[in-house]
């Protein structure tokens, strides 16, 4: 058994896996979708809860950073919700 | 504590408020009705011998030894057997009597070996008990008739033996395989004096036995014995704790001969397991003394270095320093910590308190972030706390168990054993889960539906469920009206014909006849109960289907009374307490979210420290900013996160990028060749303090031996702390749990003291429910009124594609743990050598593959290779496998989506390639080459 565990292993990985995109804009954007069923404000105003609720404040801030950068990156929900961040 | 036995009644109590009085022996004693002349004896302090009965079995009457006199009736009746009645006289003792059980055990001990002396249960067997107590004096048969005395020895199972040669046919084993395991394993086989125990024709290892222990606790004799008690002796005193490994925290006795551990015996006052227990809990204890075992602290500069090891003041000293180091030059937010589900309550209390008030910063996770972070969210939204909301026992009182996302006879097995017995009894059973988990068709148990879904598609099925409930007109409407908000909103939705079981049938793969039909059994069977696990919780849209669970039990008014609720299925031991703890980076323990100034006040004024008003970074959030670069050191406690967390190239990088990692425990483990300290942990037979299992109750974890260590972990926290600059002083854990009652409202009534005397309690423990509340939501809500949440269904952007055409989900088994560092060092290893990958038929033939082919299992982020299993259980298109053993890293090829509300991990769904890894001959060749490039890119 200690043999097996000193065993090396037998996986291999690759580095590309986001694609590309920042978390923060994928993080956003998979919790507006959640929110699509919503009148646009009132799901702005949940996405924008949600956040401010959960992500550290440097997440916030590279949030409002990107959505300032390529706001055309974010569901626009979530970009809506980044605008409620900043004001 | 001296060794202790606890008392044998001879049958199980019987429930019910009418009672009955009769006289034993000219002594009166009172009992429910239904309870057996046998037990009410013994209740009024008089012992009938028996040998085949015993209270955790329902009564047999075989043996014939508990024959007692009744006034007016004829006879010697078996006392086990008789029911009391009202006005009954009996009369345990007369020369008649006397003579009757003599003839038994005289029987008895002519087919028996006359080794008492050398027995391995000399001191613990029940046959020479009774010998002694019929007194026994001569046996007239002589030895030479027919007998079994050559019968050979089963030592097969790597824990217990089976000495045919001592067996007394009282069926014991038998009974409590079926009764109390539901396995069904052994037989008697054959009639009268040939009739002998088998496990189904073959060994024990070899049969269907789960190696549960059930049969070796049941037996009277040295027949069934742990082969611990056969090399080390009997054990002569005992430690009552909880076992340290599922969330079910069965409570065991921990016998010992001096200080060795003997053995593990389930502990029948339990309130978790009243008894029972599982191969791990019970068997496998030996990792605790592993060789592997790191019991010294060690650092070193660089990974590239070799360990030093170091006495624990340089440890300490050295990790506060560059802890300080790194928050001086890259700002206060730039450390954190990950506290572990395997610790006490205590000792994560003291890891979150170390981080809030000595880092300074909110940047505590816990890895219960990987497995049930959605059920927290999803519960305290809809129902307005964060915990299962049933005791275990309720299950008892189901019709109708819906098991989702659960493997429950693997994952939680004395679970799965109470459930089992409530189904054999008559309830009906749904499950939900691509895979036919055994639950589905094993003995004596069959699901009325087995919903064999698409992986990723809970939220469809469930709201399909609702969308029955509702339209269908099976709402409970004076419960909704009563107890519930938001109902006219989520009606209008739910209703909606998207949501019908016909329009997602293609998605889901589910037949809509068949989804109706177990949307009206739920919803119209009775007291019906959701049991779930990490097939739930572990999707991109966990959060949301635990809400949409949390709906259908509203609005069908299962909520709030016995044999109902939405119950979660923990994996780690204390999961539950880790998250009460205050492990959240946004909430203070008591799941209180850090901007309620109030709340964060109270904490600061105890602490005399100000605490951050912002949430801190979970898991996966300090992964991406470590790679960002502004995330420099992490402290993690008991917990493997390169192997057990998702995307691990994408952990590891970020495990390297830090310029400190801190790893405690056990053993060296995948994370700690990313480390720079090394700070050994204690296993729970070394720890003193509280687990909090699944159903919230607050069980003891007490110490059998010192630490090994030198070190508790709890000291090793304040340490880190006090060399920082914060002093955080406890002379004992139960002061930290004084501290944690005064600070949480659903804490407030908890102490050691209390525990001690009550054995466990169950939170919410303050002034209104002193002893602890076992079900929860009675009279109203956590947060109020229950709330619907719209919970709209949201696939995941994993999809299967043409380079990745299968869907792969993982599970786990009974006989291994999470990460396995534990398991895999103990003989467990005989049942789970290796994680296989299982295959469909179909799929299998389609790449060439054969039964115990090596293959290479392939996703988007990576690369492993197993052994292929060929297995019908799933559909086709879908491939399982579980994450037990390092070497296979099935983490390599899981990625980075999460759940959407809480990061928790997307495990249960990957799009996966899978091909032969030698392929025989061209053919095949060409096949493997085809699937390499798809890897690559
Ligand atoms: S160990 Fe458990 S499963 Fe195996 S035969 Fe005994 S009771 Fe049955
Ligand atoms: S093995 Fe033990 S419990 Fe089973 S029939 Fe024999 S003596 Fe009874
Ligand atoms: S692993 Fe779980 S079910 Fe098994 S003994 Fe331990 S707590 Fe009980
Ligand atoms: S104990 Fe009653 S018949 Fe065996």
Redesign the pocket.
Known sequence: MGAELRMEPRTETRTESHGGISPQIRMANEIAVQFHHQPPEEAAAAIAAHIRAFWEPRMRAELLRRAEAEPQALDPLALAAARLLRG | MSLLKEPDL?TPAKAGLATVTIEVDGLPVTVPEGTSV?RAAALSGIEIP????TDSLE????????LVEIEGRRGTP????TPVAEGMKVRTQSPKLAKLRQGVMELYISDHPLDCLTCSANGDCELQDMAGVVGLRQVRYGYSGANHLAEPTDTSNPYFQFEASKCIA?SRCVRACGEIQGTFALTIEGRGFNSKVSAGGTDFMSSECVSCGACVQACPTATLQEKSVVQLGMPTRSVITTCAYCGVGCSFKAELRGTELVRMVPYKDGGANEGHSCVKGRFAFGYATHPDRVLTPMIRESITDEWRQVDWETAITYTARRLREIQARYGVGAIGGITSSRTTNEEVYVVQKMIRAAFGNNNVDTCARVCHSPTGYGLKQTFGTSAGTQDFRSVAKADVIMVIGANPTDGHPVFASRMKRRIREGAKLIVIDPRRIDLVRSPHIEATHHLQLAPGTNVAVINAMAHVVLTEGLVARDFVAERCEGFEEWAEFIARPENSPEAVEELTGVPAEELRAAARLYATGGNAAIYYGLGVTEHSQGSTMVMGMANLAMATGNIGREGVGVNPLRGQNNVQGSCDMGSFPHELPGYRHISDDVVRGTFEEMWGREIQSEPGLRIPNMFDAALEGSFRALYVQGEDIAQSDPNTSHVTAALRAMELVVVQDLFLNETARFAHVFLPGTSFLEKDGTFTNAERRINRVRPVMPPRTGKHEWQIACEIAEAMGYPMRYAHPSEIMDEIAALTPTFAGVSFEKLDKLGSVQWPCNAAAPEGTPIMHVDGFVRGKGKFVLTPFVPTRERSTRKFPLILTTGRILTQYNVGAQTRRTANVAWHPEDVLEIHPHDAEVRGISDGDEVVLSSRVGQTSLRAVLSDRMPVGVVYTTFHHPVTGANVVTTENSDWATNCPEYKVTAVQVGLKNPPGRQAATRAEELLPAMAD
Do not use: D, E, N, P
């Open positions: 001879g046998m028996k040998l085949c009965a009564a047999f009457g075989s043996c014939r030894l508990c078996a006392s086990c057997t009282c």
